[in-house]
């Protein structure tokens, strides 16, 4: 084989492993970039289940555990896992990345209303936990009639 011919095979050949290798780390980048660990779901859980019933408050401040407005609630459990969330319902809503109602995993954050002003985290099995009004942080089915109507959009933050 001609020198010149070689060089044109080799660079076509590394090329192609480039395209190649660049394709598969991007698809493991996608997968895996938002993806929580059980151990992190499950803190998420454990976490919110642990302010059940502490009361609501409009504009509650972030450094305080004695209430939370929806917003306040959220950003506390995902500071506890390290994750910083903006402070508002409507900026949490363009955080992370999208995800669709039917591929719901625990942890996601599930917004309501247009324009979006409530947010709650999923907690598995169609249900959410968030808080307003009476009775405070609370756990509700997001297939009871209310949320399923108000439903907006999800984002994954983990």
Known sequence: MKPSKWI?????????L???FA???ATLSADTAYAATSSQKSKIVSTAKSYLGTPYKFG???STTSYFDCSSFTK??????GVTLPRTSLAQSKAGTYVSKSNLQVGDLVFFYSPVHHVGIYIGDGNMIHTYGSPGVTVSSLNSAFWKKNYTTARRVL
């Open 8 to 16: 044109k095979t080799l660079t076509a050949i590394m090329l192609s």
């Open 23 to 25: 394709s598969a780390t």
């Open 60 to 62: 509650a401040s972030t």
């Open 76 to 81: 506390y459990v995902f500071k506890q896992l």
């Open 18 to 20: 480039g395209i190649v």
